[in-house]
């Protein structure tokens, strides 16, 4: 069966730098999108971007635009994420998503990643 | 970028309740709208995908209708564990934005 299994929680301090993972397991990893999306507290869904494994393309959002990564590594089908001059209000839950047909269909179990001095 | 207003934010209901929660995306994405439920503490689950098909295992009770520019998720019959927040998402072009949730209370 499909899974998505990501990194433990991080504690970072700010200015510093978080790379979290997410192992894919089920299914062929270079056949599908991995999407990141967070949930700071209290806040909603905000997408981050996405990363096709395949070519290692990448596409982000304009807010994450110079401090943000995504990349894979198909021989051992996991994505990475990494984000760069961390804030206090980067502290979120953090989860990649496959995508098929237009749809995150499996989700990661999240990632607690908190930014504080 | 598309925006996604959804509406409301916060909606009281009680057990065995029909709920309606709505989406209306700032410009017309066809069917490209999916709906997740989001339990605290755990990942989104995707309810309905293209508007209106529902996702394998996802009970019947949940219904999505719409297309262009307004969507919307009925419940019927509330159950306890549906309590939580649900989001739309408009997967027509990248970035694949969210709406910002509904919160199901009682």
């Known amino acids: 069966q499909v899974q998505l299994v990501q990194s433990g929680a991080e504690v970072k301090k700010p200015g510093a730098s978080v790379r979290v993972s997410c192992t894919a397991s089920?299914?062929?990893?270079?056949?599908?999108?991995i999407h990141w999306v967070r949930q700071a507290p209290g806040q909603g869904l905000e997408w981050l971007g996405r990363i096709n494994p395949n070519r290692a393309a990448t596409n982000y959002a304009q807010n994450f635009q110079g401090r943000v990564i995504m990349t894979s590594d198909t021989s051992v089908t996991t994505a990475y994420l990494e984000l760069n001059s961390l804030r206090t209000d980067d502290t979120a839950f953090y989860f990649c998503a496959r995508e098929k047909r237009n749809t995150f269909d499996f989700w990661g179990q999240g990632t607690l990643v908190t930014v504080s001095s | 970028d598309i925006q996604v207003a959804q509406t409301p934010s916060s909606l009281p209901a009680t057990v065995g309740d029909t709920v309606t929660i709505t989406c209306r995306p700032s410009?017309?994405?066809?069917?490209?709208l999916n709906w997740y439920q989001h339990k605290p503490g755990g990942a989104p689950k995707l309810l309905i995908y293209a508007a209106s098909s529902l996702q394998s295992g996802v009970p019947s009770r949940f219904s999505g209708s719409g297309s262009g520019t307004n969507f919307t998720l009925t419940i019927r019959s509330l159950q306890p564990e549906d309590f939580v927040s649900y989001y739309c998402?408009?997967?027509?072009?990248?970035?694949?934005?969210f709406g910002g949730g509904t919160k199901v209370e009682i």
């Open positions: 410009q017309n994405i066809n069917s490209l």
């Open positions: 089920g299914y062929m990893f270079p056949a599908n999108y």
């Open positions: 998402q408009q997967s027509y072009s990248i970035p694949y934005t």
